[in-house]
């Protein structure tokens, strides 16, 4: 067990470099550090010695991979690719194109977040493993058919629809918590109830029936059969059998994203003011930082192998029949 | 006979689907006495387990009773709300299932779900009762294993520990659906013993549902016999053995391979089964029937006892109905009809030879997932096999007899040895010399479904190999040609214009054969080709192989755990066990004069069908040891009942009884005699006669 969590952990190295690299080039080579320096000083005032200071100032005035200039090791460390990339390794993220500490953003962003993102999965999670094993108690009913329509439909329907329409009719009409904002401390709970809610009530459909079927999967096994022929309680038989099987590939799935609800959630984040990574993403691409949209393309990468990894271990804990090696 | 224990009369259950109700169950009757050992027997889809799942009460959800009365003491179990027939089900009436693999959750521990049944007779702690549970089912080291989960034990263990939730709740009859059909044969007699045992020691009665003749015969009291969605035939079992009386029950009987059959055909049912899609007006057997006459097409035949207890459904004995009375008509139909140029083919030389070929696979650990050590799935096997002639290779599931056949092919490079193919050393072949070679060995499987294409027309699936081996000029030529193959292997030209999931599961094996004999083949490797069929269906395929070997003069590398196939259609047999070639000689050496005590323990171990072999079982304890980890010495030791401190310190060479016959075993010394072959098995004789003596 040990020895597979260093061996994938050892694995990850050459992918992270990997996702390093493409970024790397997707925003240097396309993007020149000339064009971006253009960029930042705006239209009116471009002269070419504006644009070299610009670069000097921000760290681009090196070459991109190789220094030829220098000597010994410096003719890789003085490099752009060394000083904007390979410290991201450190989880050393440098500072943004305006000057912030990006690593410091991070740090007070990420509670925000976190605080939408744990509720809206735990309390999504009960309601909709809830949900399913009801549709599937009734499966083959009326009932069954009416819910899956349901769900089909509420996936559909885009998470913009229930942002607004919660913003509207939570905040606007019956004016019961503010519609957009955020406070820090203990009252922060009113600005972030509404996004909770809407995030699990968007998640519905996609969830229900994606349980519903793993449920129906694991009722239609054998070992449901043998537990009938003992005679047990259509409740022992759901909730001893069924759900303890199922759980395998529930938990596992939701343990994946696990990491990644650091990330925060885009559309959330922004539509309700929340001070997250997920909005903090969506203004620097606004505002065309790559620092910060590079940080955040690594740190997602990193999150989701981490992600990757304890999935892997977290079947072990639920499912006997696995064993890492 | 006393008062019944179950009494059903009258059962249909139906199956609803999109194109109407398939009448899988149409009008079962049966009663079960108690403490008796009743056996349901019929071929696949015929509802045998649909009428026990409908006296459980568990059918899937499509399935619905639509009449009958299922009565136990003085309850209709049908008539029951649910909730009583929970306290039915794991108490009065328990039930094991065909799959220990599936039929146990795999997220509780063993000894839970045991506990399970239990605890619906009263709280507090069952620990007890479980390890006495596990012990009756002869689990060694309970403690342990009650702690362990389903993944963690073998088959044969998963399904005592099946047997052991079913007695939990102290059962008045066991319905058994078919119990031993996934496990291997001396694995099949352990459990077979135990339920024996069991019913014994408990009084319990057994609904045994199988399609097996030989397990019948070896446990039933009295039999039944299903066909179409109905029973055909009832008798108690000694007078059925002796003299089935229903057709069917007879061509059952005439289409089981045995080695008094070699040579001719097996009788075959022409046809297949029935649509279940509509009502029956008339015997539903009439299609297929020799006898059939004219009253059959127009009435359905009713029950009649034509002796004491014995009960049959078929115009034949109705002195209404039949003209001619039973006794003048011919019984033998076309079976047992030589088939044509059974003079065997003079041998010469080996077409295939292989020699100490081993197939090892890597195991992999540690941090850098370094080999630490190698499972010797097939550890020095030697055999030849001269044209047009049959090797069977025998053993049960796990000891390699698969992979040399893979190895054989270089489907899996081998480790070590050598294969030589008419001269030609096939190890050191790669790329396009192996393919042009690989046209004279073709291979066919147990499961012909998977390995076809789905989504190709039979036809392509033929065509395509004649392509990669350049058979066949032009499309028109090539077209042709697979015309012939299809007619060859009894199949109408217009199915190549149809796709695998069209055909039966004999039908398909036929396709496949055809497909091996599209490129012209010298050898063919059958794995395990008629394990997934019924017997009836199982005889066609075997008479085709076996014509198909006269015609042509193919040589068959026959892998099986079946022996009554073996018998019928091997001129030798290798006996594997753990990866070695423990016992070879010709069909009639081995299998009637075996040697090695693992063979007579597999030969002993096979149910048989007839009444007159009350043979001894040896019985082997235990399961088969893993591969990766064989015992030292001679890897039999831990099972042989015959084993000696000395074959605990290396492995037995071969001895030789005569030119073909040997055997790896130190009761005939240690391969040092092998020179004095004459002497050798004089000696071996007699200490064989000896510890069989002890033995006992
Ligand atoms: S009733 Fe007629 S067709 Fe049916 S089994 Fe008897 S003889 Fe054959
Ligand atoms: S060598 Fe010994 S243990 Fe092996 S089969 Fe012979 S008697 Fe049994």
Not at chain 1, 13 to 30: A, K, Q, Y
Not at chain 1, 141 to 167: E, N, P, R, W
Not at chain 1, 253 to 258: K, P
């Amino acid at each position: 067990m040990i020895a597979y969590i260093i061996r994938r952990t050892l694995y990850a190295v050459p992918i992270l470099i990997g996702v390093n690299l493409l970024t790397f080039f997707l925003f240097f080579v396309v993007n020149s550090p000339d064009d971006m320096a253009r960029m930042h000083l705006g239209m009116k005032r471009v002269t070419p010695a504006a644009v070299e200071q610009w670069k000097h100032a921000h760290g681009y005035d090196q070459p991109l991979l190789w220094n030829a200039a220098a000597g010994g090791a410096a003719k890789l460390t003085d490099t752009i690719f060394y000083a904007k990339s390979v410290r991201l390794f450190m989880f050393d993220f440098g500072r943004s194109d305006e000057g912030r500490d990006i690593g410091y953003d991070i740090r007070q962003r990420m509670w925000p977040s976190l605080a939408i993102a744990i509720p809206t999965l735990l309390i999504g999670l009960l309601v909709n493993i809830t949900f399913a094993m009801l549709i599937a108690f009734f499966r083959g009913t009326a009932f069954d058919l009416a819910a899956v329509v349901l769900c089909v439909m509420m996936m559909s329907v885009s998470t913009l629809f229930y942002i607004i329409g919660g913003q509207f009719l939570i905040g606007k009409i019956f004016d019961l918590v503010p519609i957009s904002g955020y406070l820090p401390g203990i009252e922060a709970w009113k600005f972030l109830i509404l996004p909770v809610a809407v995030g699990i009530v968007s998640g519905i459909g996609m969830g229900t029936r994606w349980y519903r079927t793993i449920f129906l999967e694991e009722l239609g096994k054998d070992y449901i059969r043998t537990a009938r022929a003992k005679g047990l309680s259509e409740r022992l038989v759901l909730f001893r059998h069924a759900l303890r099987n199922a759980l395998v590939p529930i938990l596992t799935g939701i343990v994946a994203v696990l990491p990644l609800l650091f990330m925060g959630s885009l559309l959330l984040e922004s539509f309700f003011g929340i001070p997250g990574l997920g909005s903090y993403t969506i203004d620097a691409i606004n505002s065309q930082d790559f620092a910060i949209v590079r940080a955040m393309v690594f740190l997602g990468s990193a999150l989701y192998i981490i992600g990757l990894l304890l999935t892997d271990i977290s079947y072990t804990v639920v499912d006997p029949r696995v064993r890492l090696r | 006979m006393s008062e019944p224990l179950l009494e059903v009369r009258g059962l249909k259950t139906w199956f609803d689907t999109a194109g109407g109700p398939i009448r899988a169950v149409e009008g079962v009757d049966l009663s079960i006495a108690r403490g008796e050992t009743f056996a349901l027997l019929g071929e696949s889809g015929c509802g045998k387990s649909m009428t026990a799942l409908s006296i459980m009460r568990l059918l899937p959800a499509a399935g619905r009773v639509v009449a009958g009365e299922v009565r136990l003491g003085a309850r209709n179990l049908l008539a029951l709300p649910e909730m009583a027939m929970r306290g039915v089900r794991g108490r009065q009436l328990a039930m094991i299932f065909q799959e220990p693999q599936s039929s146990l959750n795999p997220v509780l521990s063993v000894g839970t779900q045991i506990a399970e049944t239990l605890r619906r007779r009263g709280k507090g702690s069952h620990e007890r009762r479980v390890l006495d549970l596990l012990d009756a089912v002869g689990i060694p080291d309970p403690p342990r294993r009650a702690r362990e989960y389903p993944h963690q034990l073998s088959g044969g263990m998963k399904q005592r520990v099946m047997i052991a939730i079913a007695l939990a709740g102290e059962p008045e009859l066991l319905i058994a659906d078919e119990p031993t059909t996934a496990l291997d044969v001396t694995i099949q007699a352990q459990v077979l013993a135990l339920l024996r045992d069991l019913q014994r020691r408990t009084g319990m009665a057994l609904l045994l549902i199988t399609h097996d003749l030989g397990v019948v015969a070896e446990m039933a009291d009295r039999v039944a016999v299903m066909y179409a969605g109905h029973v055909v035939e009832q008798a108690p079992a000694t007078a059925f053995f002796a003299q089935p009386a229903h057709p069917y029950s007879r061509k059952l009987f005439a289409s089981l391979p045995n080695l008094g059959k070699r040579a001719t055909r097996l009788a075959v049912i022409r046809g297949s089964v029935p649509s279940l899609a509509h009502e029956f007006k008339a015997c539903r057997f009439e299609a297929r029937c020799d006898y059939a006459w004219s009253a059959c097409r127009e009435t359905l035949p009713r029950w009649l006892e034509h002796e004491p207890g014995r009960r049959v459904r078929c115009h034949l004995y109705d002195p209404a109905q039949a003209g001619e009375s039973l006794t003048d008509r011919d019984f033998v139909g076309d079976t047992g009809k030589p088939m044509a140029g059974t003079e065997p083919i003079p041998v010469r030389g080996s077409l295939l030879q292989v020699d100490n070929l081993k197939v090892h696979f890597p195991i992999h650990a540690g941090l850098f997932k370094r080999v630490v050590g190698h499972v010797r799935a097939v550890d020095g096997v030697s055999l030849a096999i001269p044209p047009g002639r049959t090797l069977a290779l025998v053993g049960e599931s796990g000891c390699g007899k698969t992979t040399v056949g893979k190895g054989i092919l270089q489907l899996l490079r081998p480790s070590a040895g050598s294969v030589q193919y008419a001269g030609e050393e096939l190890t050191r072949l790669g790329g396009r010399a192996l393919r042009r070679r690989r046209k004279e060995l073709q291979i066919i499987f147990q499961d012909p479904y998977s390995s076809m294409n789905p989504r190709m027309m039979i036809g392509d699936i033929l065509e395509e190999g004649m392509i990669a081996q350049r058979i066949g000029r032009t499309r028109a030529a090539r077209l042709e040609r697979v015309a012939a193959l299809l007619a060859q292997v009894g199949l109408d030209a217009d199915v190549m214009r149809r796709y695998p999931h069209e055909f039966s599961g004999g039908q398909r094996q036929r396709i496949c054969i055809a497909r091996a004999l599209a490129v012209d083949p010298k050898l063919i490797i059958c794995d395990e080709p008629t394990s997934a069929l019924d017997v009836s269906v199982q005889a066609q395929i075997l008479n085709l192989l076996q014509e198909l070997q006269q015609r042509l003069g193919l040589s068959y590398l026959f892998i099986t755990h079946n022996l009554a196939v073996v018998e019928y259609l091997a001129h030798e047999v290798a006996v594997m066990y753990l990866g070695r070639v423990v016992e070879q000689g010709t069909v009639e050496e081995v299998l009637h004069a075996p040697r090695h005590p693992y063979t007579r323990a597999l030969l002993s171990a096979v149910p048989t069908v007839d009444p007159q072999s009350k043979r001894e079982i040896i019985r082997l304890a235990g399961d088969l040891p893993s591969p990766a980890n064989p015992p030292a010495g001679c890897h039999f030791h831990p099972r042989c009942p015959q084993a000696m401190p000395q074959c605990r310190e290396g492995y037995p060479g071969a001895t030789h009884f005569s030119t073909t016959h040997s055997a790896r075993c130190y009761l005939y010394g240690d391969g040092a005699y092998a020179q004095d072959a004459e002497n050798g098995a004089y000696a071996a004789t007699e200490k064989t006669e000896r510890h069989v003596i002890r033995s006992r």
